[in-house]
């Protein structure tokens, strides 16, 4: 059975650091390009960032670049978000999916499965 399972969320201060997890069974998440958006209540999904399939590259909205970092650890069939610095305006439910193609995107169609999605939330 595909499945995704978001971790990491939680309560962390302005300037300060988060990883976030997104640990995948019933498949190999290396074979696939895995996306991160996030959502706030009354607006629509919004990538994040993304993990390509075909050669692990890694890609951000403009917004986040510098900031936020993704990673993929084969062994452990997880890729991680690590949010520094993160800012008030960051506060969101964040998902990760999995991409129906192999290059990036950051249109909420372009993933086929999606985590339960684990909340962060920034403030002082």
């Known amino acids: 059975q595909v499945q995704l399972v978001e971790s990491g969320g939680g309560l962390v201060q302005p300037g300060g650091s988060l990883r976030l997890s997104c640990a995948a069974s019933?498949?190999?998440?290396?074979?696939?390009?895995i996306g991160w958006f996030r959502q706030v209540p009354g607006k629509e999904r919004e990538g994040v960032s993304c993990i390509s399939s075909s050669d692990g590259s890694a890609y951000y909205v403009d917004s986040l670049k510098g900031r936020f970092t993704i990673s993929r650890d084969n062994a452990k069939n997880t890729v991680f978000l690590q949010m520094s610095s993160p800012r008030p305006e960051d506060t969101a439910v964040y998902y990760c999916?999995?991409?129906?193609?192999?290059?990036?995107?950051?249109?909420?169609?372009?993933?086929?499965?999606w985590g339960q999605g684990t909340q962060v939330t920034v403030s002082p």
């Open positions: 019933g498949f190999r998440l290396d074979y696939y390009t």
């Open positions: 999916a999995i991409g129906n193609r192999d290059l990036c995107g950051f249109g909420p169609y372009e993933y086929d499965y």
